[in-house]
């Protein structure tokens, strides 16, 4: 608790004028250094509102704040308490963009009285350097049964909104796996085909007018809850909104719901540097997390994407290619429970790649792990025949959604596997909400339009999709798009190909390409000491001048010494200067990897295996050429960029 000095410095109370002309009083907030403020207030008809302001913009106009629970609408009629005011400023180790994150934030706890039945709860108010985040708690025993919640943002006009689509109907908000596209936060509500609908998934992401920065609205700290989507319902207003609608869900004792949290930025760089999300979730168990030598982030092979499952024999043989790729693993997708003798063939091939130094993942669908009687005793039983047979982590799929139950397995998936020492990755799932910092053994999750599409009816990605997922998906947390597929790289280049494995964050780093392809062919060959190099953590992270959603993504990523820039072109060609003022003082060797646009298309049908690719009219592509020199801090490379092409150099200390 801080002094009253200080409290009253981060706090004011003040009457503000609402709707009609009629008084209220406002409680207003203040993150640590002021850039942001919040303020909490009841308006002329004793409803719940708030709003935020970012560098002295109302960016979230007076917006509806209220849980419905048992039938009584908890932000209506109320009664608002003075809160109780503290600062916490704490750091922990994190991974993906950087190494270290800072925790620092005034919290405002505010008690609320709903005045016709005289219940009683909490809304919680944290407000960051970099957003503002609120959350309700409601005390009771026995089950509780929310109806759902009045959470609602109006965001400043002129804002321009970028938000996922699948028009495939029924599978956007189950997959999340949307290509990313943009309007005016006035047009979101009729933006979507009437076969789709107006409710979206989260994160939205809004270019403030003016130039006053970016927003993001999305959820954080998804436990014991249902996911929340957003209902676009015109006038600039997104509601918080249900998969289980009318019918609601039931939480057991007390409800304590996710954050509803808004970030904010100055630019790129803050955007995807902000710890935002993962600093509104509990640190980990110490007990359950005592050890964690287990959770090893890291590189892995494939063979769904180009070769299907195959035998054993063709597992086997992965395991080997991981190895000479000096990868950590080697993933085992649907179907290996076909196979004779499934599960002492998988202890074999465990066993082998031990030998090399490779761990095996395998893939199981949901529903045989999805029963919570006994205390998810099904789930307990699979996991323990996992273990006993070598593996080290479970890829998990076809959730198909985000209910209060499927929540559920969610969160006993990642406290039994860690029971266990197991890793997880799940797909077929919403996005992440940061619960990677409280169950560190979340090595990625899906939720993402990533590589697969490019096989698909759907597909394949377009490369301003690419080019907008640093800056939407990848801002909330780590994502398994399963990079790099020079055999079926639709409308773009291989160096775009490549740079999608700098470009996007998952500790867990899932190659989609046949890496015998990678290996053999004369120029892909070329740049494989680069990819191979190119961790799954960072020590650094800067976005780079030029950057746009969308349009450009350039990022610089550091490694202890050894720095890596990876561009992602999502329009036309284009020349890019690249300044090397971030880098140290002191010579480098850069080797660069860049589109060559002097020479012939590639025939991609006749570039190594891939019996699954679907290229459609996308039957060739522009290659890459490699090129060595020196550098240093006082030069910049010209980067001539090909129409969907891309760019990476790996920079190393001399």
Not at 320 to 331: G, N
Not at 414 to 421: N, V
Not at 514 to 535: C, F, Q, R, Y
Request: hydrophobic letters at 40%; charged letters at 25%; proline letters at 5%.
């Amino acid at each position: 608790m801080m002094n009253n000095s200080l409290k009253y410095s981060l706090l004011a109370i003040a009457a503000i004028t609402c709707g009609h002309g009629a008084w209220a009083q406002e409680i207003l907030g203040k993150s640590p250094d002021g850039k942001v403020s919040a303020a909490i207030f009841v308006d002329e008809a004793n409803s719940l509102r708030y709003r935020v302001d970012f560098k002295n913009s109302t960016v979230v106009e007076p917006s509806a704040l209220g849980i419905t629970v048992e039938g009584i609408k908890l932000g209506e009629g109320v009664a608002l308490g003075s809160p109780e005011t503290s600062v916490i400023d704490e750091k922990y180790e994190t991974r993906g963009n950087h190494r270290q994150a800072r925790n620092h934030y005034t919290q405002l706890i505010f008690p609320v009285t709903h005045k016709e039945t005289g219940r009683e709860y909490t809304l919680e108010l944290r407000l960051y350097d970099d957003g503002a985040a609120y959350r309700y708690i409601v005390p009771g025993e026995g089950k509780q049964h929310v109806d759902g919640e009045s959470s609602s943002w109006t965001i400043m006009k002129d804002s321009k909104v970028w938000y996922f689509e699948r028009l495939a109907p029924g599978w956007k908000l189950k997959s999340y796996a949307g290509e990313w596209m943009s309007t005016d936060i006035g047009k979101l509500d009729s933006a979507t085909p009437a076969s789709v609908g107006p409710i979206q998934g989260v994160p939205l992401v809004m270019e403030l007018p003016e130039k006053l920065g970016y927003a993001l609205i999305t959820k954080a700290a998804l436990y014991n809850y249902s996911g929340m989507r957003l209902k676009a319902v015109g006038d600039r207003t997104v509601v918080a909104n249900f998969t289980e609608g009318d019918k609601g869900f039931d939480v057991e004792g007390d409800i304590v719901t996710p954050w509803r949290a808004t970030l904010l930025a100055d630019d790129l760089n803050e955007l995807v540097n902000s710890d935002f999300i993962n600093n509104l979730n509990p640190a980990p168990d110490p007990k359950l997390f005592a050890d964690t030598s287990y959770i090893k982030p890291g590189r892995g092979v494939w063979s769904w994407e180009t070769l299907g499952l195959g035998t054993p024999e063709t597992q086997r043989d992965f395991i080997d290619l991981a190895a000479e790729l000096e990868y950590e693993y080697s993933l085992v997708d649907d179907g290996w429970k076909e196979w004779d003798s499934p599960w002492e063939t998988i202890k074999e091939l465990a066993t082998h790649a031990r030998t090399k130094n490779v761990g095996v993942w395998v893939w199981v669908h949901s529903k045989d792990i999805r029963d919570p009687a006994n205390d998810w005793q099904q789930m307990k039983t699979y996991f323990d025949r996992t273990v006993e047979a070598g593996v080290v982590g479970i890829k998990t799929d076809f959730m198909d959604g985000e209910t209060k139950e499927l929540i559920d397995f969610e969160i006993a998936a990642l406290r039994l596997a860690a029971e266990r020492k197991l890793m997880i990755n799940f797909h077929g799932c919403h996005a992440s909400t940061g619960e990677e910092r409280t169950y560190p053994n979340e090595m990625t999750r899906e939720g993402i339009r990533g590589m697969e599409l490019n096989k698909l009816k759907e597909g394949p990605l377009p490369a301003a999709h690419n080019a907008a997922l640093p800056f939407t998906r990848f801002a909330v947390g780590h994502a398994d798009y399963t990079p790099i597929l020079y055999t079926n790289p639709g409308p773009t280049t291989w160096a775009h190909q490549l740079a999608t494995l700098v470009t996007y964050v998952s500790p867990l780093q899932i190659v989609a390409e046949h890496p015998e392809t990678m290996m053999e062919h004369p120029i892909l060959k070329n740049a494989l000491s680069v990819m191979k190099d190119v961790p799954t953590l960072w020590d650094e992270t800067l976005v780079l001048p030029g950057s746009s959603i969308g349009g450009l993504s350039v990022f610089a990523r550091r490694s202890g010494d050894t720095w890596f820039v990876g561009v992602l072109n999502g329009a036309g060609k284009r020349r890019y200067q690249l300044d090397l003022a971030f880098l140290p003082d002191g010579e480098y060797e850069a080797t660069l990897v860049e589109d060559d646009l002097s020479a012939e298309p590639v025939d991609v049908a006749k570039v190594g295996v891939n019996t699954k690719a679907k290229l459609r009219q996308w039957t060739t592509t522009i290659p890459f050429k490699v090129s060595n020199r020196k550098v240093n801090r006082t030069q910049s490379v010209d980067v001539e960029l090909a129409t969907g092409g891309g760019f990476v150099a790996r920079i190393v200390k001399q």
